[in-house]
């Protein structure tokens, strides 16, 4: 379908002298919806119906110019993946440049929701290095977190134990509202509450002006900010039923699972105020059962186990953010994070433990029970400052600043008692640890257009600080005192210091959009360990090219290709070289001599919109340097010690997809995936053990919706991953399955809305994942099942109150440990 509007546009006529004439024609394409820039448009420009005197894409900012000699335009035409095209008259009225303004385009794909709230945006856009999906479509996350949300994107899945991995590593750069973070992505997205997120960007190819952290790329969250000249409020509040299923539980039996957030957002003139508050408590029950041997000097000792492994966890927190422009060149931003995080895991464990002498043959067995807890508890702030200054519509100069503190604590409660006879202790231990971390950023960049295209340059320095102590208390039979063990007892300080240059340039010609550009780091790593008094420092210096190209074959369909380098930096407990106790089977350890991950992503793939639907498709392949694995050994009998180490050298091919259809006025359906090979080789433990592993991995979402009449809305979603293997062993399939209905009132101000998550249904499949490794002395497999059948209900309410339309700003900048 196309749109014709009419264009008034500025022409000088040049004198007729018989000379050529020559005339400039520029302007801006934008997304009507939410009115960023799009780039890669393309623009031709008609002498008539037919005939083509020039074409031009349009760059980063969404702007194009063409010049033309000695043609009579009449009309532009305009096309873009994912957006309908538009057609525009001109007409000239003199002068020899033609500034036509913005022209916005209307996207192809409307929302899940769209028959409910008119002027939502499409659930996914294309950007050169990246795809946008808008968080509204996802029901199944609503009332959850940010992790909840991730879940249903293409090539992000989330496991049994909440860890987020994004094309199968859980290594990527995470960003809120552009700003880079140093803590864990999951802890900190396990904070944020899923209705203050407005869309989420999978920047698969990232360019030099990113941060080089993060080996899968990175993952931008925008959160929601208020509108043009006006006010709007939007709260949303949730209950959980009481369990179906509590696994008939001693400690934690009765979870709970309560919440609310606020977003509220304020402008008017130069200034642009946000605030966010929010609380959640989401407990879940669970059931642990295990089966381990080791083999140590002839023995074979056995010890299965079975029992409770429940959480109890809460999270709230506080955002502000501020924005003034005083006139057209100069504009400040400043915003502050606050939140609280804490988690308690109870592991309650029966062990039947039998000893065979593999000689003799003789055995001996006895029984005991472990009473496991493991607290932590994160404090976190994120504050950043933010300055541009436009000296002309050609150039701006930007600065930035970040600070980051996360106060990270805990202590695991370990204590094995006789059984039946639980009054008998054997062993009580506690291990309290700080681990806070500070870290600070600054970067400076100049962006210059040149030519069609842009040149970005800048430099950023970055320095973190992170001290962990961590003690290992026994208590002394018989009293109620505890004494220190030097073994397991252990203070690390680590500083790293980063030195980075990039620069960067953004292009277009005819229908190519492309982008170039190098990141060159220098980067200091000192190790501090208090134990042996041992200093290290490693220093290295390492480039990161990156480069982006797409080709529009039509309106409708674009190719594209890229390459980016990227690193995973070390953290402190993977260079810990003193063991620390998790519970009564296992110990954790790391290697102050441990290398960063670099990986090498080379990617192709094709977008394609046809009709109100899309389809994209990217191949991968990853060649990672150095992978971190956690690996097993025998530390005793009864204790494995799980070990970081550089295992070689690890493959990955993928194909990512996603494919989104308006089947009916009323069904929309969703599906994605990433369907890889992975496969590592090489030797670890210092190069003792040879390891050799491969597997075909596969991650499918997918999301059925049904907009019915009087604003009902029904969704079904899936999130499945299949099994993958691992360095010594594989992850079990993991799936969870959700309904949701929601009902809009007629005001669309009142929401109501019942999920339940996790669907089972007695079938026992969901909700549970099995993890094995093994080795020539030892075979370990953990069945973890969680609380399946999940019922929720919430309400929420939204006000918006505006003097003009509404426009949602955009951001161009930017806890492995808890």
């Known amino acids: ?349 029966l062990y039947h433990n039998t000893r065979q002498n593999m000689g003799t043959g003789n055995t001996s067995s006895f029984t005991y029970y472990n009473e496991n807890t493991q607290q932590k508890e994160g404090i976190f702030t994120l504050a950043n400052l933010d300055y541009s200054h436009d000296f002309n519509k050609r150039s701006r100069l930007s600065f930035s600043g970040l600070f980051e503190r996360a106060d990270l604590s805990g202590t695991t409660y370990n204590l094995n008692v006789q059984y039946p006879n639980i009054n008998d202790t054997i062993q009580y231990t506690r291990n309290p640890n700080t681990n806070p971390l500070n870290a600070y950023r600054a970067k400076l960049d100049y962006l210059h257009q040149l030519g069609s295209g842009s040149l970005q340059t800048g430099y950023q320095f970055r320095y973190d600080h992170q001290q962990g102590d961590f003690l290992y208390l026994t208590l002394i039979n018989g009293t109620d005192q505890f004494e220190t063990d030097p073994n397991f007892s252990s203070a690390v300080k680590v500083n790293n210091r980063i030195h980075a240059g990039y620069i960067q340039y953004n292009g277009a010609a005819q229908a190519f959009t492309y982008a170039a550009g190098l990141r060159v780091e220098y980067s200091q790593r000192d190790l501090f360990l208090s134990n042996s008094g041992r200093q290290k420092q490693l220093e290295l210096t390492n480039l990161f090219p990156s480069f982006q190209v797409r080709y529009a074959l039509s309106g409708h369909s674009t190719l594209k290709a890229g390459y980016n380098k990227r690193v995973k930096r070390t953290n402190n407990f993977e260079l810990n070289p003193v063991p620390e106790r998790e519970h009564s089977e296992t110990l954790e350890q790391g290697d102050p001599d441990l290398l960063p991950e670099f990986t090498g992503t080379y990617e192709a793939g094709i977008e394609y919109s046809f009709g109100k639907n899309t389809l994209f498709a990217t191949l991968y392949h990853q060649r990672i340097n150095n992978p971190i694995q956690r690996v097993n050994s025998v530390f005793a009998d009864t204790i494995l010690n799980r070990v970081f180490t550089n295992a070689g050298l690890a493959l990955q091919t993928g194909l990512e997809a996603n494919l989104n259809i308006t089947v009916s006025k009323t069904w929309q359906f969703v599906l994605g995936g990433n369907l890889y090979d992975y496969q590592i080789k090489g030797k670890i433990f210092n190069g003792q053990v040879a390891v050799q592993n491969r597997s075909l991995v596969y991650s499918i979402n997918s999301t059925q919706s049904f907009n019915l009449p009087q604003s009902w809305l029904l969704q079904f979603s899936v999130n499945y991953i299949s099994q993958r293997a691992t360095a010594q062993g594989e992850d079990g399939a993991f799936l969870t399955p959700h309904f949701t209905v929601k009902k809009t009132t007629a005001n669309k101000r009142w929401y109501f809305q019942f999920q339940w998550l996790n669907m089972d249904a007695g079938l026992n499949i969901s909700n549970r994942q099995r993890i094995t490794t093994f080795g020539n002395n030892f075979y370990t497999t953990t069945h973890y099942i969680y609380e399946p059948d999940q019922l929720q209900f919430s309400v929420g309410f939204n006000l918006l109150r505006k003097n003009r339309k509404i426009s949602l700003p955009q951001s161009e900048m930017g806890e492995k440990e808890f």
Do not use: C
């Not at 760059?59 to 095209?85: T, W």
């Not at 860890?163 to 960003?175: D, K, Q, V």
């Not at 079975?306 to 006139?327: H, I, K, M, Q, T």
């Open 1 to 349: 379908m196309k749109v014709s509007i009419i264009v008034a546009v500025l022409v000088l006529l040049l004198q007729q002298s018989g000379n050529a004439q020559s005339i400039v024609i520029r302007g801006t394409i934008k997304d009507s919806a939410d009115k960023s820039p799009l780039q890669g448009a393309t623009v031709h420009i008609l002498e008539d119906n037919s005939t083509v005197a020039g074409t031009v894409v349009t760059d980063r900012q969404g702007a194009f110019s063409i010049s033309l000699n000695n043609k009579q335009p009449q009309k532009l035409r305009v096309s873009h993946s994912s957006y309908q095209d538009m057609e525009a008259v001109l007409s000239p009225s003199g002068g020899s440049a033609w500034d036509i303004g913005v022209l916005y385009l209307v996207p192809t794909v409307q929302s899940l929701v769209a028959i409910i709230v008119e002027g939502r945006k499409p659930p996914l856009s294309f950007k050169i290095d990246r795809q946008v999906y808008q968080a509204s479509q996802f029901g199944n996350a609503a009332n959850g977190t940010g992790a909840d949300v991730l879940r249903n994107l293409p090539s992000v899945s989330v496991n049994a134990q909440g860890e987020i991995a994004f094309r199968g590593s859980g290594s990527f750069l995470l960003l809120l509202n552009g700003k880079p973070t140093q803590a864990d992505p999951a802890l900190i997205l396990g904070q944020l509450p899923a209705g203050s997120i407005e869309r989420i960007e999978l920047i698969t190819s990232p360019g030099a002006t990113y941060d080089a952290d993060g080996k899968s790329g990175v993952i931008n969250i925008i959160t929601k900010s208020s509108v043009e000249d006006g006010w709007m409020i939007q709260a949303n509040a949730m209950g959980g039923a009481p369990p179906l299923n509590d696994f008939d539980n001693k400690r934690y039996d009765r979870p709970q699972r309560y919440g609310m957030d606020l977003s509220a957002g304020y402008s008017k003139n130069k200034w642009n105020w946000n605030l966010g508050l929010n609380y959640l408590r989401n407990d879940i029950a669970g059931f642990r059962e295990g089966d381990v041997y080791t083999i140590t000097n002839g023995i074979k000792t056995s010890f299965p186990s079975s029992g409770e492994r429940s959480f109890w966890r809460y999270n709230y927190g506080g955002r502000l953010s501020v924005s003034f422009r005083p006139d057209e060149q100069n504009s400040f931003t400043a915003g502050f994070y606050t939140g609280k995080k804490f988690q308690s895991r109870v592991a309650d464990l």
